[in-house]
């Protein structure tokens, strides 16, 4: 039983694993090519994280890469692609800047009342696609990508002046929010970490609690692996892509109240994009696993907060698109590495079913066949029938 403990966490890791060297591999392979160290640039980048105020800079960032992730595990998890988490946060962080600037209530009720309406805005978007998908048979990766479009025309259209947009300068904004709605944060030597931090650590407890601990969580499972066996058991498979579509949305819409609640407190042009894009990288690296993910965010964080300072190295400053090449290469490797580990796991698989048929073949024959066991013998029972279903449990 260790063996098969050992051989399940090797697994696990295997894919992350191979994929980071891999990344880190190739990327050296660029910075030889182009005739510069590949070793300083990653040097310099670990010394940046040493400063507390980059420490803070990159919780604050994974905390938001952190929900969007989650909010693509969701999709992963139930088979599918949502694709439009980047339009579904950005909307309803527009939405919540706009509520926040014209509803003034006491804290202990602003700040639930913007956290309902981002995830509802989320929610609504991302079921626009989920009820395409299950009257009409519309791809939720069509449909996601459309809305990503029709939701930057819709931000487009409501920040104007005439609506609810007000100019700060050369910037478009929803005017600043009430400050009761300000979620406070923690303040350190290096700045101050956003609050909403830890409404995504509590978002990632309960992921792991709702799946693994629910029956809602087994049957969105075995939805995702496979309609046709969950329609057997009872499960409307239908019913859950939708439900899985608008969890999926309402977290998405939670990933910009970090920065909105604990920074910026107004929606503006400047406002962070492609969130929902990084939340698939990171999914993907981190297996939809709510620990592989934090450890996925805090990655992808460190090489956005980091690699700036690649600018400025001395005498000769490197491309901080060195982190970009990264990031990207994680992400084809990683999928080329979980295939691969997972053909090596199911040759394992086979390997050790044989093993335990051959091993149970020559039991049978040491015992010989005239016992009341015996395969020939009136009731007896097959003791290698038993080993493969054993084997096939497993």
Request: overall charge neutral.
């Amino acid at each position: 039983m260790k063996k098969f403990d050992k051989e399940r966490l090797l697994l696990a890791v295997a894919g992350p694993v191979i994929a980071l060297i891999v990344a880190v591999v190739l990327t050296s392979g660029v910075l030889l090519a182009s005739g510069k160290s590949p070793i300083e640039p990653y040097a310099l980048m670990f010394e940046q994280a040493t400063y507390s105020d980059v420490q803070v800079l990159i919780i604050n960032q994974a905390g938001m890469y952190y929900l969007a992730a989650l909010a693509v595990a969701i999709g992963f998890r139930m088979n599918l692609f949502n694709i439009g988490v980047d339009g579904q946060y950005r909307l309803a962080a527009m939405i919540t800047a706009v509520v926040g600037a014209h509803v003034a209530l006491p804290a202990a009720l602003q700040i639930p009342l913007l956290i309902v309406v981002a995830m509802l805005t989320g929610a609504f978007w991302a079921g626009i696609a989920g009820l395409l998908k299950t009257t009409r048979g519309v791809s939720e990766v069509v449909a996601t990508i459309m809305l990503n479009a029709i939701a930057t025309s819709v931000i487009g259209y409501l920040t104007l002046t005439k609506n609810f947009g007000v100019p700060v300068g050369n910037n478009q904004t929803t005017g600043v929010m009430k400050e009761s709605g300000w979620f406070p944060g923690i303040k350190l030597a290096g700045g101050e970490v956003y609050g909403f931090v830890f409404v995504a650590v509590l978002a990632g407890v309960l992921y792991w609690l709702v799946l693994n601990r629910t029956r809602f969580g087994f049957d969105l499972r075995a939805t995702g692996a496979s309609e046709s066996a969950a329609a057997a058991s009872g499960v409307n498979a239908k019913r859950m892509a939708l439900t899985a579509m608008l969890i999926s949305g309402a977290v998405a819409g939670l990933s910009g109240l970090p920065i909105l609640l604990g920074d910026t407190h107004t929606y503006s042009l400047s406002f962070p994009s492609g969130l929902g894009f990084i939340g698939i990288g990171i999914a993907l690296l981190g297996r939809n696993n709510p620990i592989g993910i934090a450890l996925a965010a805090l990655l992808w964080a460190f090489l956005d907060k980091a690699s700036p300072a690649l600018d400025y190295a001395q005498p000769e400053p490197y491309d901080k698109e060195i982190a970009v090449i990264m990031q990207g290469i994680i992400v084809i490797a990683v999928v080329v590495s979980y295939e691969a580990v997972r053909r090596w796991g199911l040759r394992r698989q086979q390997q050790r079913v044989g093993e335990e048929l051959a091993a149970a073949a020559r039991a049978n024959a040491k015992n010989g066949t005239d016992g009341p066991d015996s395969p020939d013998s009136p009731g007896g029972n097959d003791g290698t029938n038993d080993t493969v279903k054993e084997a096939t449990a497993r």
